[in-house]
């Protein structure tokens, strides 16, 4: 198939899609909506090129929930495998062809080192979890969701082509923004995860927000570098948009992890070679832009009728107490005690963990009962509660690894799209530390294949920026 069918096979394919999916859910007709959809992937796994494949799985990921994506799936032993773990494979098995033919190597890199050895040691706690004896679906499930890191590698073959990681980072753009007007409108409409907060107003609670700060930080940053394809009007709009679900999700976690990622992404572009020191206009000027942006989002939400200013304020300050009387993080304090507690019993299990599917046994005072869960809320102790520091340490690493490289990649940039993707990528990791400090979305989230193609990009664009400055150099 030509590159204009396999485009207009995939463009009817998410017509039909989002067609299918809005006609079971006015309808409530969830089998026939399944066999459509299944019906329709499998279709494109056939005739689609792998670029469009890897867009309509970061869509199909993010326009999803986890409930409707797990109606939607089958098991294979212990794996349930859901539609988007089908197209990550056929993607993979795309790959494993081009590797066979000589076109799909990928060059080792500090990266692809820290996330191999982590994707063994994820492995070998799988094996360790089923061997003393626990759930081997919820061990799978652990275990799939970090294999979703090895996606970086086919992503670093789709990315040797401008055309394709343009194509994934608008898709990545505007699921962002779907994924806000989805948020948006149940905050309206009310449904499931939609309640009313006595001291906060409403809240939307929704995974998606994760990855819509990510499509907030690339509008931002394009919009303040005036590079990328969004003109300033549509980007500006996005930004407000994002914004403003990001507000009604109420997570104060996911506030601060955007506020750092900003300050992280701005620390990086005033220290781009070639400036003389830190200016005092650029400072200032960065400050109002995120401040009216903020403002902006704040006034959205306000006109719509969704949270009042108050609502925000009482959220981001005292709310439930404060930060000292919120019972959720001492509920969350509790867990990572007993994490302690568990991992510390011998030098093994602090070494290597307990492995996948273990559950944890302690107090949950917003529930006011004893609870035994394997998942924990923060990346980092769910990680040493099943691998050890080991795992930890590598987790660490390769975020630390995304972090510094797009801090070098913004510091070193010679055009304002490598700034915007730099200052990206920066933010982007920055920002998904911080959220997993107090939740798992970088372990236990379905969004790890997105997280891969971002550790992807970053690669690919440090190997051009590294091939242009040679080039200078040269010259």
Known sequence: MTSEGSTRVLN?????????????????????????????????????????????????????????????????????IRIDDAIQIWIFVMWIGAVIDGEGSVRPTGVSRLILLLMALSVASFIHGVARGYDPESAGLFLKTMLGYLFYFPAMWLLREGKNRELLVRTLVWVSIAASIWVLFKGFTGGEGVYERATSGLRVTSRELNVVMIGLFIAGFMLWKRGGFLPVLPAAAAILLMGAAILLGQSR??????????????????????????????????????????????????????????????????????????????????????????????????????????????????????????????????????????????????????????????????????????????????????????????????????????FALLDSRLADQGEKRLRKTEE
């Open 12 to 80: 009817a394919g998410f017509t039909a899609v989002l067609v299918l999916v809005a006609a079971g859910a006015a309808t409530e007709t969830l089998v026939p909506v399944a066999a459509g959809v299944s019906f329709l992937l499998i279709a494109l796994m056939v005739f689609a090129y792998p670029p469009k494949m890897a867009a309509l799985l970061f869509t199909v990921q993010v326009a999803f929930t986890t409930m409707f994506l797990a109606r939607l799936g089958f098991y294979a032993g212990p794996f349930p």
């Open 253 to 454: 976690a996911l506030w601060l992890a955007v506020a750092a990622g900003a300050m992280a992404a701005f620390l990086g572009d005033m220290a781009r070679e070639g400036r003389a020191g830190v200016r005092l206009g650029p400072v200032v000027s960065r400050a109002l832009l995120v401040l009216v942006f903020t403002v902006g989002s704040v006034a959205f939400v306000a006109a719509a009728g969704l949270l009042t200013p108050g609502d925000v304020a009482a959220r981001g300050g005292g709310a439930d107490g404060g930060l000292i009387g919120d019972i959720s993080l001492w509920a969350r304090f509790l867990s990572w005690y007993e994490i302690l507690v568990t991992v510390t019993a011998s030098p093994f299990t602090l070494m290597f963990g307990t492995g996948f599917g273990h559950e944890i046994h302690y107090f949950r005072p917003d529930l006011l009962s004893m609870v035994s869960i394997p998942y924990v809320d923060g990346s980092f102790f769910q990680l040493l509660l099943n691998t050890g520091l080991v795992g930890t340490v590598l987790l660490a690493m390769l975020y630390a690894r995304g972090i510094t490289g797009g801090f070098r990649l913004t510091a070193r940039a010679v055009s304002s799209e490598d700034a915007v993707t730099g200052m990206w990528l920066t933010a982007s990791f920055t920002a998904l530390v911080i959220a997993a400090l107090s939740s798992s979305l970088i372990t236990n989230y379905r969004f790890s294949c997105i997280w891969a193609f971002l």
